[in-house]
């Protein structure tokens, strides 16, 4: 289990960040640091800080001489966006937040979909069988190194203008991390679960499916976050160019018109959108797993 | 139950320099006997019990079951492992009834036979529990039970209680004499503990080191039931001298070869 330490790592509990806090000395400040709401408050110092300062460098609802608005502009950008009247296509930033977020959402979803169907799979091939590496290895390790913005070109000319573009780059750009997590994992299974197995009478198909495909699994959730990531920021660069919708399409538009209110808006939307999928992951990752968790106590 | 044989059973692994793990070994197992493998550790008796089980080939000889030739793993020869090897991911009752569900066996032939052996090795509260949740003697206890539910003609165990503690080994020795005198499986029982040696087994065969081989063979004639009481008698404690004797000629034949 090579992830143990990355996997820890990410979903620490409160309870465990008690060895910085043991240099303050008595017990009751530590139990007052480590309380679930404490965490929240001192994790918003930062944020509400840099947002205060932001807000008060401006005059007039902006700073940098007109560059940027200041927060309470972006909120209002936002509202309007959000809730504001459609009007009729006149005014595309009102009223339409929630379907570029849908649009958005849909094309991350449908990629990340396609690159779990084909790196896991390839990537339990790889990871399994000698002649799967020989096969497919080589040829993933010589696409890597190929970012996918520089694949955007190649997929307009192939998809054009479309969602399937869009599709295409979050589904490639996913499927790296994914397929060498994956492989990773399933390089890894202890040889007499494998061998446990054989002598239970079960064949190739069974000891994939039930031995190194839940082995495996851990590392396979950990190339999913990765992977997920990447897929937003695939949205967003296609977004910008291949597609006529979505928060990558209204951000490049915006920043086009001079509304920065709205590109901001449209990150804070990316950021809170990312979160909440990698959060989504965290909880299919928790229960999937719980095996794991039951020994922790 | 079954019959085991070794003719000139030799391993050797190829590797940058190869390496003789096993050297002409001849053993004849009757059925229902309990055989003690006993050697210090990697002197390739768990080479033995891989090529017994299926898991490696051998590189010469033959490795004969019922007088037919050894082949692929399956559940007529059950192993107990080590460290127990359980699937994490399943539950005790999961990983009971792995081997008969793999074996497309209908639920009413196994169901009532693992749930008799979960509480014959006193789990029945944990069948629910995941393997992580329980101690290690309690994970080798499910792994002798998910390897009896399949009715093995033979059972191979890998030095099984050597992770455990004394007062838990003890008890899980006692287990294992309990099970093995009701069910009368052969065993292949692979230590490097001479007492477990001799209270387990009708025969020991100490083993010499690199390129492994049988040195000898001693029949423990001690009476059945045993029980780790015996560890105390004259009868058992001459056994162990004459077994340490045997085992530190080997070493010294070992140092000068």
Known sequence: MTDTSVKEAGSRPAGMAAPGSRALGSALPRILMNSGLAQILIALVLPVAIVTIWQLAGTNGSLFGGVLPTPDR??????????????????????????????????????????????????????????????????????????????????????????????????????????????????????????????????????????????????????????????????????????????????????????????????????????????????????????RLAGAR | MAEIALRKVAKTYFSATPVRALESVDLDIAEGEFVALLGPSGCGKSTLLNILAGFEGSSEGSALIDGGAIGRPGPDRGVVFQEAALFPWLTVWENVVFGPKMQGLPKSEYEGRARELLATVGLKDFAQSYPAQLSGGMRQRVGIARVLVMQPRALLMDEPFGALDAQTRMAMQELLLTVWEKLNTTVVFVTHDIDEAILLADRVFVMTARPARIGREIAITLPRPRSIDDLTSPEFTRYKAEIMAEMRSAHHQAETA
């Open chain 1, 74 to 291: 972006v909120v209002s950008a936002w509202w309007t966006w959000a809730f504001g009247a459609k009007g009729m296509g006149l005014n595309p930033y009102s009223g339409t937040w929630l379907a570029n977020v849908i649009f958005s959402t849909e094309r991350v979803a449908e990629g990340f979909l396609v690159a779990i169907l084909v790196g896991v799979p390839a990537g339990i091939w790889i990871g399994w069988s000698r002649l799967g590496a020989q096969i497919l290895d080589p040829t993933v390790q010589m696409l890597r190194p190929i970012p996918i913005t520089a694949w955007l070109p190649f997929s307009l000319a192939v998809f054009g203008i479309s969602g399937f573009s869009a599709i295409f780059l979050i589904a490639l750009g996913a499927f790296y991390p994914i397929v060498i997590n994956t492989t990773q994992g399933a390089r890894h299974v202890e040889r007499n679960l494998v061998r446990a197995a054989l002598m239970m009478g079960a064949g190739r198909l069974d000891i994939l499916r039930r031995v190194v495909l839940p082995a495996a699994l851990p590392a396979i959730f950990t190339g999913l976050r990765i992977g997920l990531g990447i897929g937003w920021t695939a949205v967003i660069v296609s977004e910008m160019i291949a597609v006529k919708s979505g928060l990558g399409y209204v951000l490049w538009d915006a920043y086009y018109v001079g509304r920065m209110d709205v590109v901001i808006a449209d990150m804070v939307s990316i950021g809170v959108m990312g979160l909440l999928s990698d959060q989504l992951i965290l909880l299919a990752e928790r229960w999937a797993l719980s095996w």
